[in-house]
DNA sequence: AAAACATTGAGACCAAATATCAATAAAACA
DNA sequence: TGTTTTATTGATATTTGGTCTCAATGTTTT
């Protein structure tokens, strides 16, 4: 997937600080971060970025469907699994692990329904397996 | 249900403010709503409380398991509907909608594989059928 | 190379939620 | 019932995550 060449043909424009941010999404794929995370790498190649600056670009990337979010502990998670999956966070060591399911006749149902459907997060929480083992 | 009675023996005490916010979530069920919510309403009863406690009380009726709670736009959303089921929010009208499913598979497939699974959150967005109609 | 337009950076700002801690109230029990 | 124990509350300060504004800058088009 060129995520430069997504970008560019979803109307936006490449912008170096844009680049640093896929080059930090890219390394951390699969994976989950906040703006937070994305910030404090970023910023030591790029010093002059702001958190606004990784904000914009964040939602930017949303939009060109790129990445994917979700809410948990009061902070903004992104991954660049689109795909359909459950994101599983251990409330022990907090690391969110991806869990594949099938997609869900919920989407199909609700869509019966007459619901659109343009987003879906499935999220658990609980102990991981290697918190549960190591105690 | 019976939440005065369920707190207690979960090993809490019953104070007026923890009955001004049953009395609140009883007649907000079913719904959604944030701790603002809350506060606003309790407030023109007890005019005394502050947000620092109903956000106290919220966190106890959840460990008596008798609220569940999922984050959404930037907060935190309340529940009595503690059963199976999705949120969907209409990004149109901002409503939240309970949508009943059967017990998702991936909670058994994530138990088989060492998950121990304490809460889990099914969250759609979209358009609801009445925003759709209406354009 | 210049024009047209989108994006960035700096910092102020806002909202949600938490921390602290003395005063108060509930429950247990004498 | 009065007293003790212990949890809870209220007031305020603080933290954190995220947004807004707008002049300066950078990208793309011609």
């Not at 990445?67 to 060591?93: I, P, Q, R, Y």
Request: with cysteine.
């Amino acid at each position: 997937m060129d995520y430069v060449q997504t970008l560019r043909s979803s109307g936006f424009k490449v912008t170096p600080q844009r680049l640093r941010v896929i080059e930090y999404i890219m390394s951390r794929t699969p994976g989950h971060f906040r703006a937070e995370d994305v910030y404090s790498e970023v910023h030591r190649i790029e010093p002059t970025i702001t958190m606004a600056t990784v904000y914009n670009i964040l939602r930017t990337l949303q939009k060109s469907s790129i990445l994917k979010s979700f809410e948990l502990k009061g902070a903004t998670w992104f991954e660049t699994n689109t795909g359909s999956h459950a994101n599983f966070m251990c409330d022990v060591c907090g690391e969110i692990t991806d869990l594949e399911i099938e997609q869900h006749s919920i989407i199909k149902s609700a869509s019966d329904a007459g619901y659109n459907v343009t987003d879906s997060n499935y999220i658990l929480r609980g102990v991981c397996p290697k918190c549960r083992d190591s105690q």
